[in-house]
């Protein structure tokens, strides 16, 4: 058992896995290259908890996650998640916002891209078959739940070779996709 605190999203207990991503883990994620390098490579962008309480890969289990973004920007592109599409392709997923402002940036496999706001209280179903990423286009952290099926798989590896076909830009204080 695990408990989840509703007001923050945070989860916790023995069984959860707790990792980051450093902007220095980010390298070629953000179109910006020469601004990433500039900025603090230890500067931490997201955090992600899970909750996995049956083997990956088992067919009919669920698990449960918690993603925190920092707020930031790399030029005039957002901090963001690296985004993937599931390994079992098929797969949905479900996230929901407990804080702060986002986008859910989508990509289907004809590399149609397009993006849903987040804000707190806002569910969003992500269909098999769709890449995606979160990016924070707010001034506080954006926290947000998600539940995937225990074989859903991640593959990062198509995101990182051929990227999204649109990225989120701040174009005078508003999300575009560009």
């Not at 990509?107 to 149609?112: A, I, Q, T």
């Not at 990062?156 to 989120?168: C, M, P, T, V």
């Amino acid at each position: 058992m695990i408990r989840l605190d509703i007001t923050n999203g945070i989860l916790s207990g023995k069984e959860v896995i707790n990792s980051q991503k450093k902007l220095g883990d980010l390298k070629h994620v953000f179109m910006d290259e020469s601004a990433r390098e500039m900025m603090d490579q230890n500067d931490i962008i997201y955090q992600v908890q899970a909750w996995m309480p049956v083997k990956e890969g088992k067919s009919g289990g669920l698990f449960f996650g918690n993603s925190m973004i920092s707020p930031g920007q790399v030029g005039e592109e957002y901090f963001m998640t690296r985004g993937h599409f599931h390994a079992n392709i098929d797969t949905a997923e479900y996230y929901w916002c407990v804080q702060g402002e986002g986008a859910l940036i989508l990509m289907d496999l004809d590399r149609r891209c397009w993006f849903e706001e987040m804000t707190p209280g806002s569910v969003h179903y992500i269909p098999g078959k769709v890449a995606h990423r979160v990016a924070n286009t707010g001034s506080e952290n954006l926290v947000f739940n998600a539940c995937w099926p225990s074989d859903a798989g991640h593959d990062y590896q198509s995101i990182e070779k051929d990227g999204f076909s649109a990225r989120l830009f701040n174009v005078n204080g508003k999300p575009v996709l560009k």
